[in-house]
């Protein structure tokens, strides 16, 4: 394997993988020469969306609350394509429902490249068997040799992969046909103008009335926290706080810790304005990023009363999440997969008896609703100077 001297991790997978690949192809921001930031490809895709979904699995007597908040959260493709198209940069989108094709694809690429890939199916994520074919990732491919491919992957190091494990999970989502996208580096890049299609995309986008991928999804989830028959309401669905836990799990995860969504990505956009105010000489996007910054707290104020430090069980879950990342990030594979298997006990622990009384979770509910239209009004001051500022 070729191994190529760029900067690897980052915190989104979709940005991060692109950002990287970039940089290991030698494609540069034209204002300063280097790598162009993570932030930088955040904003000129499109910036931020908004979207939420509770998946519920009732086997496993779980939840998840699945959030989008990046601009396309729904379509990964079309965000990638449409940033790349905006840098000048030809994006070439691989896919195949065929296995050996899907081999080839990979073998003949000029690496590195852009794979989606089933996020179960890498060992190193340390998920249960039950959650494969539910969870899209997006990777840099790196290198194969000797039966492992090598991908770059939100930590500190690149990460080997078996072979057949990974042609497994970039065969498992049918709907993303084992994709791959191929970057070939532009002749020439107008920043500039690429910056000023990404800001009036997000503007246009957060705009919408859609309760789907716009702003409105935040007030339509308020609603659903305690709506009294709603199916979708928390109130009925925790009804019998079955599988409470791990919702609540995974809005803390999802928005203060994964490296997904960290802060909603609005910390992300933040450092994008505040990188494109300098570019384009215009001061009043630095006004706009601090609303972000504060759109961004309070999003991790949301998800921090999702577990309230009083139940000490969730005070645990919440320190040993935060050492899974930090161990992921750090390489450390050992140390994360017993971190994983004490989370794992705390969840089956709570499957037995969870460590609220109903009028305890009616009002978690009514905080966490508070909280949510809080975010909503936040959200919409933000929009506002970011529209005023152009």
């Avoid at 300098?278 to 990023?289: D, F, M, R, T, V």
Wanted: include cysteine; charge should be negative.
């Amino acid at each position: 394997m070729n191994k190529v001297d760029v900067k690897l991790g980052g915190k989104h997978d979709v940005t991060a993988a692109l950002t990287n690949v970039l940089a290991a192809h030698g494609i540069l921001a034209p204002h300063n020469g280097q790598p162009f930031s993570e932030a930088m490809m955040l904003g000129i895709g499109g910036g931020l969306g908004m979207g939420y979904i509770l998946w519920e699995f009732k086997r496993q007597e779980s939840a998840n609350v699945v959030l989008g908040f990046r601009n396309r959260w729904n379509y990964i493709p079309r965000f990638l394509t449409t940033l790349c198209a905006r840098l000048g940069i030809q994006a070439d989108v691989q896919e195949t429902a065929g296995a050996k094709a899907a081999a080839a694809n990979l073998e003949n690429a000029q690496l590195p490249v852009v794979a989606w890939v089933d996020q179960a199916h890498l060992p190193h994520q340390n998920l249960p068997e039950w959650l494969k074919g539910y969870w899209i990732h997006v990777v840099g491919v790196y290198g194969i040799e000797a039966g492992q491919v090598w991908i770059d992957d939100l930590s500190s190091e690149l990460f080997a992969v078996p072979a057949d494990i990974f042609a497994a999970g970039r065969a498992r989502i049918g709907s993303d046909k084992n994709r791959l996208m191929l970057i070939t580096p532009p002749s020439a890049i107008d920043l500039e103008s690429a910056i000023i299609a990404g800001l009036h995309d997000h503007i246009d986008h957060l705009s919408s009335d859609s309760e789907s991928f716009s702003l409105p999804a935040i007030k339509k989830w308020a609603k659903l926290m305690t709506h009294p028959k709603d199916k979708k309401s928390w109130r009925v669905v925790f009804k019998k706080r079955n599988g409470l836990y791990t919702t609540l799990r995974s809005v803390y995860e999802g928005i203060t810790l994964n490296s997904t969504e960290g802060s909603g990505l609005r910390d992300l956009y933040a450092d994008f304005l505040e990188e494109a105010s300098a570019i384009l000489g215009n001061a009043a996007l630095k006004e706009s990023a601090a609303h972000y910054r504060e759109a961004a707290a309070c999003w991790r104020d949301f998800a921090d009363s999702a577990l309230p430090e009083s139940v000490p069980d969730f005070a645990e879950t919440k320190s040993l999440l935060r050492d899974r990342y930090a161990l992921y990030q750090a390489h450390d594979s050992a140390g994360m997969q017993q971190v994983s298997a004490q989370l794992n006990q705390i969840e089956n622990d709570m499957k037995h008896e969870f460590p609220m009384d109903s009028a305890e979770v009616d009002v978690l509910f009514e905080t966490l609703q508070e909280k949510l239209n809080t975010i909503y009004e936040a959200e919409i001051q933000a929009l506002e100077s970011l529209r005023q500022s152009l």
